[in-house]
């Protein structure tokens, strides 16, 4: 059974720096990209992130919003979201998930810990 | 980045019944669109990938379909679990890019 467990979530201040991680198992964590979504409180899905897979060596893409500030690392067993200079609109729900072998869509979430940018 | 816009935002169904959500796409996408399932509270769910293909233990009641910028989603006979936010997502290109979501209220 896949599955995808994240971690790291919490309240931090503005200017402040966090650590997210997403450990996977019931696949081979390193045969697929893995992307970072993010939700805000109560509003839509934003992807965040790419990590490609190991043949092409966990490279990474970002979104126009975090470029800069945030870094996806990643080896065989965990990918990390490495997030600094957090501003309030970056408080969200961050989802781990999978890009799937058949598209480059997501086909299987993590439950996603929440981040709380506040002063 | 192609911008996606999902109508109506929000609906109200009865068990049984038969809805019908929209997705239209800035730009063409050929059938490189899918369509999630949220509950509150939980994960997003992938229900339908490239347009129209169900996912692995969707039920047979959802369905996809469209080409291009026009793609919609069916749900028939809507059941009292479906009551959701259901989102669509391009993987045209990057940045991929989803909707805005609209809620299923039952």
């Known amino acids: 059974e896949v599955q995808l467990v994240e971690s790291g979530g919490g309240l931090v201040q503005p200017g402040g720096s966090l650590r997210l991680s997403c450990a996977a198992s019931?696949?081979?964590?390193?045969?697929?990209?893995m992307d970072w979504v993010r939700q805000a409180p109560g509003m839509g899905l934003e992807w965040v992130g790419r990590?490609?897979?190991?043949?092409?060596?966990?490279s990474t893409e970002y979104a126009a919003s975090v470029r800069g500030r945030f870094i996806i690392s990643r080896d065989d067993s965990y990918m990390h979201l490495y997030m600094n200079n957090l501003a309030t609109e970056d408080s969200a729900v961050y989802y781990c998930?999978?890009?799937?072998?058949?598209?480059?869509?997501?086909?299987?979430w993590g439950q996603g810990t929440l981040v709380t940018v506040s002063s | 980045a192609i911008r996606l816009t999902q109508s109506p935002s929000s609906l109200s169904a009865s068990t049984g019944d038969r809805v019908t959500i929209t997705c239209r796409a800035s730009?063409?996408?050929?059938?490189?669109l899918a369509w999630y399932q949220q509950k509150p509270g939980k994960a997003p769910k992938l229900l339908i990938h490239?347009?129209?293909t169900l996912h692995s233990e969707v039920p047979s009641r959802f369905s996809g379909g469209g080409s291009g910028t026009d793609f919609t989603l069916t749900i028939s006979p809507l059941q009292s679990e479906d009551s959701a936010t259901y989102y669509c997502?391009?993987?045209?290109?990057?940045?991929?890019?989803f909707g805005q979501g609209t809620k299923v209220e039952i």
């Open positions: 998930a999978r890009v799937s072998s058949f598209g480059s869509l997501n086909d299987f």
């Open positions: 019931g696949f081979t964590f390193s045969d697929h990209y």
């Open positions: 990590s490609r897979n190991k043949v092409n060596s966990y």
């Open positions: 730009q063409g996408i050929a059938t490189y």
């Open positions: 490239a347009a129209s």
């Open positions: 997502l391009q993987y045209f290109n990057y940045p991929q890019t």
